[in-house]
């Protein structure tokens, strides 16, 4: 029996499973190897890289201290309450931009504007505004998520098929209506992204947020081992940040595809 | 005789981008008796959409006025339901509750409720589709349960633009005689929207055509064909002479659109 070998780079036609899987464990794996490498051929020193071994060391020593829970615990709960802020005043506000032509002339250009306000340079302000507490690490991380959200959440809405509009008007029901069980219900799966790329904007705001007046945090833990030149810490805080990211990111996924089965998007 | 459907004097002006006024329809005067069937043909752009859109109460009118029964339309209404081209099914919801979406402003039972949607599923021919996504069904399938959905509340005037245009020839053609066959039994006056000529002669009993820029009644020809009509009666000669009579109608408006788009 003779098989065909398929070419593997031939534009945007598929691959084993096994083998797109198996590419995305190998490229870290080799970096992982490369890094191992350099730092044991003394080619660099620790204070500019740290070996992987310390990197594992110290993840072992922060677990066994318990700082590590502490940290997590600390910055997910910020991140979570400034996420959701934002989110749950993003998507209403971002619905109704999206189909009234006047609320979207209101806002937009004052969104646009602040959107593009760098938020390490409110953190004085949020400071002088919401104290040093939580408020603060919370108020940043709402602003570095809310205003993109609501435009991308606007843009989402407004990609619902006018006809589908049209439907729930010839159907006798009101705008409120329209907007609650139609637009919403059928911008879901492109919101439902959009609340899962915001979230990883999020996660990258952390340590700006806890930049000032914190205790702990992932991201203070981050800061603090600076001033130390603490590389291996930076290193695995970074490495830790990402992770939590990715299995935030893999949850949101797993939750769409279980919601949005009827979507045509949806696989 | 009052009329089922009478449009008086209608005239619809968009600004255009560059703020120039367009002229989409101009002085269209229209009258429908109850249960009849009246398709209307144009070239793109006559505006034939644009005039469904207004007796559907969904884009009102610069000037002049549509009435149902003696009544001036100023909104959409549930005496009217409307058919898409692009199907416009609410994907998150099964076959079943597509229709029964529609039943949510009626004042019937639940049970009444429950019957008029398998009824009407059965009517399409979507039986043993009832908790089938949209996703899973081919195009005129859909638009199958978005006519059931149009006609479960009873409206007695349909209106439907271009139902049958995203479809291919076969399932046209299928499509068009399940729709007589519905309407014989539950009659309701249509407005039929379509740039298929033969799909008007053997769907109406009236084909309008309109002029283009600014849209107008350009002629109003009577189709005779005794009913229920089998697709056989496009053989006919009498069908033939029809056809092409409204294509020559058409033709003219065309030929006038790109005279007037070269100078």
Excluded at chain 2, 33 to 45: L, R, Y
């Amino acid at each position: 029996m003779t098989s065909r070998r398929k070419p593997l780079l031939r534009l945007r036609a598929p691959i084993p499973r096994r083998l797109h899987v198996g590419a995305g464990i190998a490229f870290p794996l080799i970096l992982l190897v490369a890094w191992w490498w350099v730092t044991a051929s003394g080619m660099v020193r620790p204070l500019f890289l740290p070996s992987p071994q310390a990197i594992v060391m110290e993840a072992w020593r922060q677990i066994e201290t318990g700082i590590l829970w502490r940290d997590a615990t600390v910055s997910i709960y910020r991140i979570g309450a400034g996420w959701l802020a934002a989110t749950v005043l993003a998507v209403p506000i971002g619905i109704l931009m999206g189909n009234f032509r006047l609320v979207e002339g209101t806002l937009e250009p004052l969104i646009s504007t602040v959107r593009y306000m760098p938020v390490v340079a409110l953190i004085p302000l949020s400071i002088l505004w919401a104290g040093i507490g939580d408020t603060q690490k919370i108020l940043i991380l709402f602003i570095g998520t809310f205003f993109q959200q609501v435009l991308m959440i606007m843009n989402n809405t407004k990609s619902v098929d006018m006809t589908l509009i049209r439907a729930g008007q010839t159907l006798g029901f009101s705008n409120a209506e329209i907007l609650w069980r139609i637009v919403l219900p059928a911008s879901m799966p492109a919101i439902w992204d959009t609340l899962r790329i915001t979230m990883g904007w999020t996660w990258t705001y952390l340590v700006v947020a806890e930049l000032v007046a914190a205790q702990d945090g992932l991201g203070r833990r981050i800061m603090d081992a600076q001033r130390y030149l603490a590389t291996h810490t930076i290193i695995f805080g970074t490495i830790f940040i990402g992770l939590l990211g990715l299995v935030t990111d893999y949850l949101f996924k797993l939750g769409g595809r279980k919601m949005f089965g009827w979507s045509e998007g949806q696989r | 005789m009052t009329m089922k459907l009478s449009i008086r004097d209608l005239d619809m002006t968009f600004e255009t981008e560059g703020g120039e006024p367009l002229n989409v329809i101009e002085g269209i005067d229209l009258d429908v008796a109850a249960n009849e069937f009246v398709a209307i043909v144009g070239t793109s752009g006559c505006g034939k959409s644009t005039l469904l859109s207004i007796v559907g109460g969904l884009t009102e009118p610069t000037a002049g006025q549509v009435s149902i029964d003696g009544q001036p339309v100023t909104g959409p209404g549930r005496d009217r339901g409307f058919v898409f081209q692009n199907y416009s099914l609410f994907e998150w919801m099964t076959v079943e509750r597509n229709i029964d979406f529609a039943l949510e402003k009626s004042k019937i039972s639940k049970s009444d409720r429950r019957d008029l949607v398998a009824y009407y599923i059965a009517k399409v021919g979507l039986s043993g589709f009832e908790k089938a996504l949209p996703k899973q069904l081919s195009g005129g399938m859909r638009q199958r349960v978005a006519i059931a959905r149009a006609l479960v509340y009873k409206p007695s005037v349909l209106l439907m633009d271009e139902p049958f245009g995203a479809l291919d020839a076969q399932t046209r053609g299928m499509m068009q005689e399940l729709l007589l066959k519905v309407w014989d039994e539950h009659k309701a006056t249509v407005l039929f929207v379509t740039h298929d000529v033969e799909e008007a002669l053997f769907l109406a009993d009236r084909v309008v055509v309109m002029a283009s820029r600014p849209g107008r009644v350009k002629s109003d020809i009577t189709v005779g064909f005794e009913r229920p009509r089998s697709y056989e009666v496009v053989t006919e000669p009498e069908f033939g002479k029809l056809k092409r009579e409204v294509l020559q109608d058409i033709r003219e408006e065309t030929m006038k659109m790109m005279a007037g788009a070269g100078s």
